[in-house]
């Protein structure tokens, strides 16, 4: 099996996506490991935490190369402005976008195997007057690919949760909840596993929007009217699917024996149950991009970069089923 090269990307310079790259750093990689970064931000974050770091320059013409403890390859993209660790700078906006553009650009031309992101700051970027939802819809645009599905792992493949609905108030769910939205979301996650896993025939289990499922349609009526006809017509063209399921005993271990996925209607419907079972070891993945992208499940924690220990085991997750996914990818 060849090495895989992967790009990685920070994020904020001012939380602990620098930390997270010098602590990565640390120990031995079985990846290239592409920092798409500025160096003078990496090297600074590596003498404040008091840590050994050694840059070397990335040469995309040579074959991939596994990854010493104590080095980094790097892809240089520098700052607009020094940064101070904990305090976010708008000037410096642009700079975590260009690192993004970067190593896409990379991933597209076939430099880089995949992207693994580090957390980024979305209010620091669209008060710099950039219109940025997230990763995930920017990635999507910059890889000309259609909408994409959000799924968080554990890093073992215990547990897959899709996301029917993401970022939006939960008042805003039910008329998101068309048919076909659904069946684009449902396709995008069968197609992802067989592609990006190397799962054959994935069993999906869809759970119900509303308590007990609409019990019958006196809890509700979009089990009725959307969610069952999108999964019987996604079963007539032979997708292996189970639902709509309560969610309340849908994550329970007999019902998710022999299941490759779940999709959640919404945001706080399946994140919370996987994050329970494996915060700290979970990866945020995103399906139907052109690409292999992966990321880890926090945030930016501006108040510890710099000077707390933090964990690093979901970028190792995101690093790992990163490279998993290059692997399973047909050739």
């Given at each position: 099996?060849?090495?895989?090269?992967?790009?990685?990307?920070?994020?904020?310079?001012?939380?602990?996506?620098?930390?997270?790259?010098?602590?990565?750093?640390?120990?031995?990689?079985?990846?290239?490991?592409?920092?798409?970064?500025?160096?003078?931000?990496?090297?600074?974050?590596?003498?404040?935490?008091?840590?050994?770091?050694?840059?070397?320059?990335?040469?995309?013409?040579?074959?991939?190369?596994?990854?010493?403890?104590?080095?980094?390859?790097?892809?240089?993209?520098?700052?607009?402005?020094?940064?101070?660790?904990?305090?976010?700078?708008?000037?410096?906006?642009?700079?975590?976008?260009?690192?993004?553009?970067?190593?896409?650009?990379?991933?597209?031309?076939?430099?880089?195997?995949?992207?693994?992101?580090?957390?980024?700051?979305?209010?620091?970027?669209?008060?710099?007057?950039?219109?940025?939802?997230?990763?995930?819809?920017?990635?999507?645009?910059?890889?000309?690919?259609?909408?994409?599905?959000?799924?968080?792992?554990?890093?073992?493949?215990?547990?897959?949760?899709?996301?029917?609905?993401?970022?939006?108030?939960?008042?805003?769910?039910?008329?998101?909840?068309?048919?076909?939205?659904?069946?684009?979301?449902?396709?995008?996650?069968?197609?992802?596993?067989?592609?990006?896993?190397?799962?054959?025939?994935?069993?999906?289990?869809?759970?119900?929007?509303?308590?007990?499922?609409?019990?019958?349609?006196?809890?509700?009526?979009?089990?009725i009217d959307t969610i069952t006809p999108v999964i019987e017509a996604q079963r007539a063209r032979g997708m292996d699917i189970i639902g709509p399921l309560p969610a309340d005993t849908l994550f329970?271990?007999?019902?998710?024996?022999?299941?490759?996925?779940?999709?959640?209607?919404?945001?706080?419907?399946?994140?919370?149950?996987?994050?329970?079972?494996?915060?700290?070891?979970?990866?945020?993945?995103?399906?139907?991009?052109?690409?292999?992208?992966?990321?880890?499940?926090?945030?930016?924690?501006?108040?510890?970069?710099?000077?707390?220990?933090?964990?690093?085991?979901?970028?190792?997750?995101?690093?790992?089923?990163?490279?998993?996914?290059?692997?399973?990818?047909?050739?």
């Open positions: 099996m060849s090495t895989a090269r992967l790009a990685f990307t920070p994020g904020e310079p001012a939380g602990i996506g620098p930390d997270l790259a010098v602590r990565i750093a640390q120990r031995a990689q079985s990846v290239e490991l592409v920092a798409i970064a500025d160096p003078g931000l990496l090297q600074a974050r590596a003498e404040q935490l008091g840590l050994p770091l050694k840059l070397v320059p990335v040469d995309f013409d040579a074959a991939p190369q596994t990854t010493p403890a104590g080095t980094l390859a790097i892809d240089p993209v520098q700052c607009a402005r020094p940064t101070t660790p904990g305090h976010v700078d708008t000037a410096n906006a642009r700079y975590v976008l260009d690192t993004l553009d970067r190593a896409t650009d990379l991933c597209l031309s076939g430099h880089c195997d995949g992207l693994v992101t580090g957390p980024v700051h979305k209010a620091v970027i669209n008060d710099a007057g950039i219109a940025f939802s997230g990763h995930t819809g920017y990635l999507a645009h910059r890889c000309h690919s259609g909408e994409p599905v959000m799924m968080l792992a554990t890093d073992d493949g215990a547990l897959r949760v899709a996301l029917a609905t993401v970022h939006i108030p939960l008042a805003d769910v039910p008329a998101a909840l068309t048919r076909e939205n659904l069946a684009h979301v449902l396709g995008v996650t069968e197609r992802g596993l067989r592609d990006r896993f190397g799962i054959d025939r994935p069993r999906l289990l869809v759970a119900g929007l509303n308590p007990h499922a609409g019990e019958n349609g006196y809890l509700g009526r979009e089990e329970t271990p007999h019902r998710l024996a022999g299941a490759d996925a779940v999709v959640a209607m919404y945001h706080d419907q399946g994140l919370p149950v996987i994050k329970h079972l494996g915060f700290g070891r979970t990866v945020n993945i995103s399906l139907g991009l052109a690409i292999v992208r992966t990321s880890v499940d926090h945030g930016t924690a501006l108040e510890l970069a710099g000077h707390e220990s933090v964990d690093t085991g979901s970028l190792q997750a995101a690093i790992d089923t990163a490279v998993r996914m290059v692997h399973a990818q047909p050739r």
